[in-house]
């Protein structure tokens, strides 16, 4: 008896060492692809949730893999602590151990943060931007007529085509009619990750939040 559960606890131990040393082999294959997907320059962090692994990999589905991509620039716009997951991966194991082109995320879902001095960057002249907690904020000088006159006001965001709007609202100091001037786009014309589509947009301490998704997305190596 004691030979056999010592033989078990040997059997458990070498399954989960091959349980590992197997994940963090295609945690690296789905990484470089990622990379490839997303034009990056280096190799993003990859993690594949739940165990056991092998269970996943015989399988060839994995419900969700999460990735970091770290700070990324699309169309001179800065997004930091770019982040997201892959839900109901598709990977048939022969596929990706003959690193063949089938693996398939039937969602991709990614966040980013758009920092408050890039929010500010693409602000009109005489616009600054700043904020407290998760209220955007307003303040400077505009030119009404020959006359500059001071503001400030609260700012509202959307998810507009071709990138973020940035709108006034709760202006003070100047006359509601002529608080468009204050309005501005922050542009996301190039293609983000697994050309996934900003669906929100929301302010936090940081800046601005975004979070874009997309539908059966291809990993190809």
């Known amino acids: 008896m004691r030979k056999l559960i010592i033989f078990l606890i040997v059997l458990i131990v070498l399954l989960v060492a091959v349980d590992r040393v197997a994940v963090s082999g295609v945690q690296r294959d789905i990484a470089t692809r990622i990379a490839a997907a997303s034009d990056l320059s280096g190799t993003p962090t990859v993690t594949i949730e739940g165990i056991p692994f092998l269970t996943q990999a015989i399988a060839g589905r994995y419900p969700e893999v999460r990735f970091d991509l770290g700070t990324l620039t699309y169309n001179t716009v800065k997004v ?115 050309d996934v589509k900003v669906t929100e947009v929301k302010t936090v301490p940081a800046g601005l939040e975004i979070t874009a998704e997309a539908s059966d997305v291809p990993l190809r190596g």
Do not use: C
């Open 80 to 194: 930091e602590n770019l982040r997201g997951a892959a839900y109901d991966v598709t990977a048939p194991l022969a596929d990706v151990i003959q690193n063949r082109a089938q693996i398939v995320a039937g969602r991709v879902h990614v966040q980013g943060t758009l920092s408050r001095s890039t929010v500010d960057r693409f602000a009109p002249r005489g616009v600054k931007i700043g904020g407290t907690g998760d209220r955007l904020t307003a303040s400077g000088e505009v030119n009404l007529g020959l006359t500059k006159v001071k503001f400030d006001a609260e700012m509202r965001v959307e998810v507009v085509e071709g990138g973020i709007r940035v709108t006034a609202e709760k202006v003070n100091g100047i006359p509601s009619k002529a608080a468009g001037m204050l309005g501005y786009t922050i542009p996301f014309k190039g293609k983000l990750p697994f």
